[in-house]
């Protein structure tokens, strides 16, 4: 029988993503030797500019996307009963003025795509939990390859 390949769009930092995490796991054992899943990079934050309301865009880049990082925080902590995964917004801090997009998260998992195959949805559900669970700033460069070192 000829494998089912499903694609699924996604982004290293989308909270949805990180709890669908059992659920993916759960259809890989059970089904894996006739579905393959194949993670295509969606870029969901061209710039995060497109996500704030009118009064985060108001104030001085700094105070307006912190301000919008709070109230993601929440919104991600609102979904962790999705999945039953812990979600930690403590500090919560993915953008910033200098930081604004998650563009390099899509590009890191796509090199390391790339580069190691077999070590890409690793790496990727490491850069989704160093976001989700650790809080650490993942659209940094020195992040990232922090946690491509760790991969």
């Given at each position: 029988?000829?494998?089912?390949?499903?694609?699924?769009?996604?982004?290293?930092?989308?909270g949805l993503s990180y709890e669908s995490e059992p659920?993916?796991?759960?259809?890989?054992?059970?089904?894996?030797?006739?579905?393959?899943?194949?993670?295509?990079?969606?870029?969901?934050?061209?710039?995060?500019?497109?996500?704030?309301?009118?009064?985060?865009?108001?104030?001085?880049?700094?105070?307006?996307?912190?301000?919008?990082?709070?109230?993601?925080?929440?919104?991600?902590?609102?979904?962790?009963?999705?999945?039953?995964?812990?979600?930690?917004m403590d500090s919560f801090c993915l953008f910033d003025?200098?930081?604004?997009?998650?563009?390099?998260?899509?590009?890191?998992?796509?090199?390391?795509?790339?580069?190691?195959?077999?070590?890409?949805?690793?790496?990727l559900i490491a850069l989704r939990h160093a976001t989700?669970?650790?809080?650490?700033?993942?659209?940094?460069?020195?992040?990232?390859?922090?946690?491509?070192?760790?991969?």
């Open positions: 029988m000829e494998k089912i390949i499903l694609t699924t769009f996604t982004d290293p930092m989308m659920i993916m796991d759960r259809l890989k054992k059970e089904y894996g030797d006739i579905i393959e899943f194949r993670n295509v990079m969606g870029l969901l934050v061209r710039d995060v500019s497109d996500f704030m309301t009118p009064e985060e865009q108001a104030m001085k880049p700094e105070e307006g996307i912190s301000l919008y990082c709070k109230r993601l925080a929440r919104i991600y902590k609102s979904e962790e009963s999705i999945g039953g995964l812990p979600i930690n003025k200098e930081h604004r997009s998650s563009k390099p998260l899509n590009l890191a998992y796509k090199a390391v795509q790339l580069a190691d195959p077999e070590k890409a949805d690793t790496f989700v669970i650790d809080c650490l700033p993942t659209t940094h460069f020195d992040i990232i390859m922090k946690i491509v070192r760790d991969t």
